[in-house]
Every structure is written in structure tokens, then in C-alpha cells.
């Protein structure tokens, strides 16, 4: 019975995939493509932070603009989740994330900025909420995206979904 008869679209969809990837690399059978792209897609993501602030999600470096970088540092440190309106009591601790990863040499330039970001009635959060996700997003699958970016409805705390157990900080 041909591939496409007995698996659903996007079964056919990651066969395809890990075909292409066994023909470019040549080193792996089929099955074995397949299996990796499998496990790969489960959803399940292991997210290394070295000591430069590097993210890696399975290995895979995530690159990411120094506030949206941040703002994911921060929400990775705690998991109970923090509500956006209580987010000044973070300052500090956002603030060194924004010094050690902002480009910027002047000092004030990046304490506007997080003074920008930490006011609760700025829109300023939930644009750099929603480059966050967007550049995840497009680096990553949806499954492990999904684990890899802040959620939380209006009013309630948001938070990074990824299990911290599987989250290591060099």
C-alpha cells in the first residue's frame, strides 16, 4: 500500500521532510530521517542558557533582538508566571538581562527603554511580547514554539509553558 493511502496528511508531510533531509545529508536510511524528525516535533524541548545569554532549544541557537530576549529570560526564571501589571517588581532583575544583551553604549538609552517596557500602561510589553513570538515562531516548530513562548489570558499571570525541569542554566 503506498505511504499516502495509509497515513494522514501530516504524516506524508514529515515522510517528505525527513526524505528530503536523508537525500541531502546521505548518511541516514529513511526510518531512521523519520524517527528523528518525530522525536524532534514531539513538542518536547530541552532550552540551554549559557553564560553569554545564548538560548539554545534543542540544541538549535535561537536568535533573538535584546528585548524580546529579555522579556523570555525573565518568564524562563519563573515559572509561577507574573502578571504584567506587577512586572516593576522585576525591574531589576529584566534590567540586567536588557544591560548584558542591548547593543547600547549609553546607559540612559537602555534604562528609557526599560523604564518603557516596565510601565504596565505602555503597549510597549505586548509588542515586544508579540516579537518574541514571532521570532520564535519562525525558527522553531509549532509544537515546540508553543512551549517556547509567553502565554496567558488578559488579567491572569503569563508565563514561559516549557517544563523547567528541562530547562538548564550554564
Known amino acids: 500500500m503506498p505511504i499516502f493511502m495509509e497515513n494522514s496528511f501530516m504524516e506524508e508531510y514529515y515522510i517528505g521532510r525527513a526524505l528530503i533531509l536523508a537525500a541531502l545529508r546521505g548518511t ?3 526510518e531512521e530521517a523519520q524517527a528523528e524528525y ?4 514531539s513538542g518536547e ?3 540551554t542558557v549559557s553564560k553569554e545569554l545564548q538560548i539554545r532549544v534543542n540544541g538549535y541557537l535561537l536568535k533573538l533582538r535584546p528585548l524580546p530576549k529579555a522579556l523570555f529570560l525573565l518568564f524562563l526564571r519563573h515559572p509561577e508566571g507574573i502578571l504584567f501589571k ?6 531589576e532583575e529584566f534590567g540586567e538581562y536588557y544591560r548584558r544583551l542591548s547593543p547600547r553604549e549609553s546607559q540612559e538609552a537602555v534604562e528609557r527603554t526599560v523604564e518603557r517596557l516596565m510601565d504596565p500602561y505602555s503597549n510597549s510589553l505586548d509588542t515586544q511580547r508579540y516579537l518574541l513570538r514571532k521570532q520564535v515562531c519562525s525558527q522553531l516548530n509549532a509544537d515546540i514554539a508553543a512551549n517556547c513562548i509567553i502565554v496567558g489570558s488578559k488579567g491572569n499571570k503569563k508565563r514561559v509553558l516549557i517544563d523547567r525541569a528541562r530547562v538548564i542554566w550554564e
Do not use: F, H, N, Q
Open 28 to 30: 541516514k536510511g529513511l
Open 38 to 41: 518525530r522525536s524532534e516535533d
Open 45 to 47: 524541548a530541552t532550552v
Open 86 to 91: 506587577g512586572l516593576p517588581c522585576y525591574r
